[in-house]
């Protein structure tokens, strides 16, 4: 690696250093948008906010671990294949320390090949060059730095989307707006709404300042639920609001398990559409008072364990797709340094699940990565299997894959824990 650098370059300071870099990868022409399942295809029509990639490199002088924040409803494996390869070839970073998150945005574009990804061939590039320019610049931004950390609550901004009726405790569905009154129906299970920050303080360059929050970007902000407008929805007001509020610093977005989590609806424009500026407005509010009350930490050094979990699919996928395999691979990858962890799933993850793994963890603070390094659309709680609903529709793997995947997380961050 450190020879790739050099061929490059670019010097790794002595002790802990963090960098980071944001690129604007809009496409010139009309490409496939992600998200609301294949049957809402859409073309891109025109560009609301900048579709950003962002890339936070963090080393010890010997190991370097890359967080890559996409504006895309997901990163396929294929995605993330690709793209680490990238890296890899350029400045020989393995990508078992990359953990390639998406923001999960319903407005951004495509970049896997599927029934909705017209222009894609043009986009790709575009794409893959933003990825690569901002993994080199964050590695060339690289200076020395001290973890603080802090959180909060958001209280109403996120809520379950599943819910029980309050009168026979039947299963009502898939809600995109709370029930309408306390007679109607209660939330399936209460929603994780815990905010986390990390701010990487540097004395001679911008802080960086981490964020990790579980909450679906899927605001219906322009021509309905399905849209057509490019947008990274409240993640970039949440950004530019964040940084314009705390000064000198960058701020990146890292979702989390919010595979039944959904924006809180009380943020109403005059049409009843979601007001997605205003969401995020207040979101970079809960940054600012998560910061208020954040502490150091000790960086250390960079540990990973990266995985593959077998996944037993389950009956009713293999049925309905003609899969003969009985096991699907999901990729893990457990991180630590010093007083820092995190963990990955490549699909969307019940919020309960991903409590449950931070609440277990030994260390001062985890970040919990969805939609990270593949997507296998989703893996809900064990609890909520029974009651069916679009998330248990939607998985290819057999009930409790979910707590699995917890129970996984959970011995091997005790297994980094007990190393140190």
């Not at 080199?136 to 209280?155: C, S």
Request: proline share 5%; hydrophobic share 35%.
């Amino acid at each position: 690696m450190k020879e790739k650098l050099q061929a490059a370059g670019i010097a790794l300071p002595e002790g802990f250093s963090a960098g980071f870099c944001r690129k604007v990868v809009n496409p010139t022409e009309p490409v496939g948008l992600g998200g609301y399942g294949s049957e809402a295809q859409r073309t891109s029509c025109d560009i609301m906010d900048d579709i950003c990639v962002s890339c936070t490199a963090l080393s010890d002088g010997e190991q370097i671990a890359l967080f890559i924040s996409s504006d895309t409803l997901h990163t396929g494996y294929a995605v993330y294949e690709k793209a680490s390869r990238m890296i890899e070839e350029a400045f020989g970073i393995s990508k078992e320390y990359v953990i390639y998150n998406s923001t999960h945005t319903h407005a951004g574009p495509s970049v896997h090949r599927g029934v909705a990804c017209p222009g894609l061939d043009k986009y790709a590039p575009i794409y893959y060059g933003g990825v690569l320019e901002a993994v080199e610049e964050a590695l060339r931004d690289l200076a020395p730095a001290v973890p603080n950390i802090g959180a909060t609550d958001t209280k109403d901004m996120n809520w379950v989307r599943r819910y029980i009726s309050r009168e026979d405790g039947s299963f009502l569905g898939n809600w995109l707006r709370p029930p309408r009154g306390p007679e109607e129906a209660r939330h399936e299970t209460p929603a994780d709404s815990r905010l986390q920050v990390i701010r990487w303080v540097r004395e001679e360059k911008k802080d960086i300042v981490m964020v990790n929050w579980q909450c679906h970007p899927c605001s219906p902000h322009v021509a309905g639920q399905y849209g057509t407008t490019l947008s990274p929805d409240w993640v970039s007001p949440m950004r530019c609001f964040a940084e314009e509020k705390l000064g000198d610093v960058h701020v990146v977005y890292h979702q989390g398990a919010c595979g039944n989590l959904i924006s809180g609806t009380s943020i109403l424009n005059e049409k009843g559409n979601t007001d997605y500026k205003r969401k995020g407005r207040e979101l970079a509010f809960f940054i600012a008072e998560a910061l208020k009350e954040a502490h150091p930490v000790n960086a250390g050094k960079i540990r990973v364990i990266c995985e593959k979990l077998p996944g037993v699919l389950s009956k009713e996928y293999k049925e309905k797709s003609g899969e003969k395999a009985d096991t699907y691979s999901l990729q893990l990858t457990t991180l630590a340094i010093g007083d820092l962890a995190f963990a990955t799933v490549p699909c969307e993850w019940h919020d309960t699940c991903g409590r449950s793994v931070r609440e277990a963890s030994p260390f001062k603070m985890t970040f919990i990565h969805g939609y990270t390094n593949g997507a296998l659309r989703y893996i809900p709680a064990a609890s909520c299997w029974n009651n069916g609903g679009y998330e248990v529709k939607s998985c290819y793997f057999e009930c409790g894959t979910g707590e699995k995947i917890a129970r996984h997380h959970m011995d091997k961050l005790w297994e980094l824990y007990s190393a140190l």
